[in-house]
């Protein structure tokens, strides 16, 4: 048997393709964010009756790339125009040094410049903020 396998192999001789192996997603490198995808800004933030100056963002859609939020969700394709309504997401730490790590902050409000801005993420911990950005906000497009 081994003999008449071993002809039939030498005379129908056959070449498989090789298969290129795409890295998971845990493999692939997650770029840094590049400098025209953010602006820093300093604003006015409210919580209850406190108001601070903050340093914050502006960011561009993709800012956040392949990061998970902790909580909530990062922006999606609407907070981006115009006309949306206003949304910001969290640094962790100052999610956790303000409120506590508290998941119930997602769908409150901040003031930011005095208006209102609801809260719909938080980065996660040892997110690699461009200026050290406490919060972020969509760059709406023009």
């Excluded at 108001?51 to 981006?80: H, L, N, W």
């Excluded at 980065?123 to 903020?129: C, E, M, R």
Aim: proline share 11%; hydrophobic share 40%.
């Amino acid at each position: 048997m081994t003999n008449r396998l071993t002809r039939w192999v030498a005379i129908h001789s056959i070449t498989l393709p090789l298969l290129a192996c795409s890295p998971t997603p845990a493999q692939q490198a997650v770029p840094a964010p590049s400098p025209d995808s953010y602006t820093t800004i300093e604003r006015r933030i409210g919580i209850g009756s406190s108001e601070q100056e903050m340093k914050g963002a502006e960011v561009s859609p993709g800012f956040f790339g392949a990061t998970a939020p902790v909580i909530g969700r990062f922006f999606v394709t609407g907070d981006f125009q115009p006309v949306s309504s206003r949304v910001v997401v969290l640094h962790h730490e100052f999610w956790k040094g303000r409120f506590a790590g508290s998941p119930a902050v997602i769908g409150t409000q901040i003031q930011i410049e005095r208006l209102p801005f609801t809260i719909v993420g938080v980065s996660p911990p040892g997110f690699n903020s461009p200026d050290a950005a406490s919060f972020w906000i969509p760059r709406h497009s023009q």
